[in-house]
């Protein structure tokens, strides 16, 4: 059974750092890409970063580049989304999201399983 677990969300200030995981199934995290993407109240699901844990091919939103690292490790079937330089802008529900089923990394609508969310939240 596919299974994705995310956990590392919390609150902190502006210019602090938090670390996301992603513990996935081993079905999952060896056949295809892992992202992260995020939703903010009112608006749409975004991309943030992709991995595809095969090759270890990476991508990032314009909004995180230099700023968020997504990581992976193989031993534990493990993704991670390392957040430094943290803004208030940053603030949403992120998501864990795998197994591309075609078109572009940062559509929603290209993954097949969700994990449940983890509310990050920066304060100014």
């Known amino acids: 059974q596919v299974q994705l677990v995310e956990s590392g969300g919390g609150s902190v200030q502006a210019g602090g750092s938090l670390r996301l995981s992603c513990a996935a199934s081993r079905y999952t995290y060896s056949h295809n890409y892992m992202a992260w993407f995020r939703q903010a109240p009112g608006k749409e699901r975004e991309g943030v970063a992709v991995?595809?844990?095969?090759?270890?091919?990476?991508n990032y939103a314009d909004s995180v580049k230099g700023r968020f690292t997504i990581s992976q490790d193989n031993a534990k079937n493990t993704v991670y989304l390392q957040m430094n330089s943290l803004k208030s802008e940053d603030t949403a529900m992120y998501y864990c999201a795998a197994v591309m089923s075609g078109g572009r990394w940062y559509d929603p609508e290209a993954y097949n399983y969700w994990g449940q969310g983890t509310q990050v939240t920066v304060s100014s």
């Open positions: 991995i595809d844990t095969r090759i270890g091919y990476t």
